[in-house]
Nanobody, 114 residues
Framework: QVQLVESGGGLVQAGGSLRLSCVASGNIFSRYAMGWYRQYPGKQRELVAAITSSGSTTYADSVKGRFAITRDNAKNTVFLQMNSLKPEDTAVYYC????????WGQGTQVTVSS
């Protein structure tokens, strides 16, 4: 069982920045594929960004050039740097980890005011 603890969400004005962090339990973090999804009210979760165990990254078209996902294997942590935030980025952001099975964090609210 992998536990994921997210932090860094909050309220920010449009054009501002936030950095989300997700700390994972366990001692094989470097083997996990990690990523971030977001969910709008009444909608399914959608992929925002992902990073493989080897460091390859994938981004949703809507965040390319504004968001960056990185990982620090020594700290069992994945980050999502979010710049040039827009009101449409307002959502609950979930961290996930995948290694044979998938695990999810509890979610963190990001609110971008116009």
């Amino acid at each position: 069982q992998v536990q994921l603890v997210e932090s860094g969400g909050g309220l920010v004005q449009a054009g501002g920045s936030l950095r989300l962090s997700c700390v994972a339990s366990g001692n094989i973090f470097s083997r996990y594929a990690m990523g971030w999804y977001r969910q709008y009210p009444g909608k399914q979760r959608e992929l925002v960004a992902a990073i493989t165990s080897s460091g390859s990254t994938t981004y949703a078209d809507s965040v390319k050039g504004r968001f960056a996902i990185t990982r620090d294997n020594a700290k069992n942590t994945v980050f999502l740097q979010m710049n040039s935030l827009k009101p449409e980025d307002t959502a609950v952001y979930y961290c996930y980890a995948r290694y044979a099975l998938s695990y999810w964090g509890q979610g963190t609210q990001v609110t971008v005011s116009s």
